[in-house]
């Protein structure tokens, strides 16, 4: 006959108090606590359990409950007016930046019909598993998980759905499984429609970074995704002017062909910070197409990202 006393002493001496035991013949049955590990802890956890119950004489069944308290995330939309900003490669290099300081980071690529995260990231390719109806964010080589359609669709397909489809397919994203992540980054679709309202209303961002490049079409654009968020009641954080210069690689001479300081100008008039600047440089398009976000090394090229993350960092900081 099994002895509860033996059976609640092996299985403290795995999970401590994060379990708790009872015997009912030869069955066990285990509630486990196993708020804050991610899936490949959580797993592990419960097999050491199981093994520790099926240890004690007498026990033929073991049942496990798994039980976590629900990990409040905030959520930073990084979004534009329009596309062809580099609105993504801010997204992913923010992301990587905040991982680098400490924080711990989920990236959600929320542009359903022009996913490019899994290309930036590095896990062009891979594909998201699922544990009860839920998905299991892909880790990168650069710390920051992420989920996006472009891991759920053949590579080249287009993605041909009504907005109530694509707003469906964001909530399967945000919702996934993110472990211990306490920061998701949110590469929003550029424009204001159904998915950045299904976005906002839904999930409620705690702040927002808009991303233009310094020209004037681009600003319209961005005046009109600020006004959205403001309009939300969502705080924008600031604005990123990107594309912001061009350094000759034979003699050094800078050129503006997007414009110059736009984007501060605009941010300055509408009253919200401005973040920095992110040059127009090759060496940042051939990393992004290779899957190494500048910010991920220690390449000049990734400075102005990490001067835009710690800014972003400062404000998650500020108490609200």
Known sequence: MSDETGLKTRIAAVAGARATAKLDGARASVILDVTGFDTGEREAMEAMVRAAALAEPGIAEVRIALTSERVGRRLIAVASG????????????????????????GLVDADIYGPSQPTLMGVEGSKPEARN????????????????????????QAIAWRGP???????????GDWGTAHTLIVDMPPGTGDVQLTMIQKYKPAGAVIVSTPQDLALIDARRAIDLFAKAGVPVIGLVENMAGYACPHCGEVSDPFGQGGAEAAAAELGVPFLGRVPLAMAIRAASDAGTPPAAGNAPEGAAFNEIAGRVEAWLKEPR
Not at 83 to 105: D, E, I, M
């Open 165 to 175: 489809m694509a707003a469906s397919a964001l909530g399967q994203l945000i919702e």
């Open 133 to 156: 109806k839920t998905m299991i964010p892909v880790a990168t080589p650069h710390g920051v998980p992420i989920l996006s359609m472009g891991q759920l669709v053949a590579p080249g």
């Open 82 to 105: 329009k596309g062809g900003v580099g609105k993504s490669t801010v997204a992913a290099n923010l992301a990587v930046a905040l991982a680098r300081g400490g924080r711990k980071v």
